[in-house]
């Protein structure tokens, strides 16, 4: 398809990015993202935290600061109460207030599945903007949040979660990735992406791909949710996460000591998940460091690029 273009279109359509960039003058670009989704927890306040959150992620990943925001909202009224919508609305308010975004409407239609999301515009200078196409070999990657939402996600509708470890995985998915954006503007980063639906294998496929790059993984020391690894043993694995292994497992290779389990998490799809930071090897202890005292209790060095195998993902055990 011919889409239409500029020359001020600094990140477009050519690279499955987190979101697009235009420039607007010498100082100033416009990072531009749009995501929705259905209920993924039960309490519509909470759903709507999480998915302003995962919205304003893009923006987040990209370099930038959220300005701008507008709802998009499918909610079944003439079966469901009005209430309901307008808890799931103060939701992403209250996440807005967090991130210091504006908002400034937004379009609703009748459907009859509920689907909640924001349409967000930021700000970032060009020169500073950072896609996920990047990667420099050498460089360590750094992962500010643990995995396993989809699968403790999958568990809670089972009922099999316990209540404290429900409240920490709500808590995590309406987090915002605010404070590690702002800690790594202090380092050499040359790549950054944040982890969502295609799980962590499945974004690091995509900013390798095409950069004669490839990536080594220690298993142990990625960050996981508590129980995580026991609920994947029972079975109680998203499809999506099957899904991404078929799509991406041509570019995966699995020490034969990393469990099943380890295997069915890192290509868990996450909502709204952590930020993926390939960062200088100089800078890789401080980055952590810093993000850890700024908050960032999770932050981990997980692996590093490799000059190849070209568009290779190698997962041991450990990582040196």
Known sequence: MDFPCDDN???GLTHADDAGVYRVSDDVALIQTVDFFTPVVENPRDFGRIAAANALSDVYAMGGVPKTAMNLVAF???????SVL??????????????????????SIEDTEIKYGLSV???????RILTNANPRPGDCLVLTKPLGTGIMSTAARAGLVPEDLYTKLVKQMAELNKAPAEIMTRFNISACTDITGFGLLGHLAEMIHGTGT??????????????????????LVPAAAYNNRDFRQGMVTFDEAVNRSTRDILFDPQTSGGLL?????DDAKALVRDLTAGGVKCAALIGSVTPGPEETIVIHPSHS
């Open 121 to 127: 515009t930021g700000f970032v200078h060009p020169d």
């Open 9 to 11: 279109v600094l990140v």
């Open 86 to 107: 307008r808890m799931i609305i103060q939701g992403g308010i209250d996440i807005l207030h967090q991130s210091g975004t504006v908002l400034m409407g937004g379009h």
């Open 214 to 235: 490839g990536i080594c993984l220690g298993a142990n020391q990625i960050p996981v949710m508590e129980k995580a690894a026991e609920f994947a043993d029972m079975g």
């Open 277 to 281: 930071l390939a960062v200088h090897p």
């Open 76 to 82: 079944p009224s003439k079966q469901m109460d009005l």
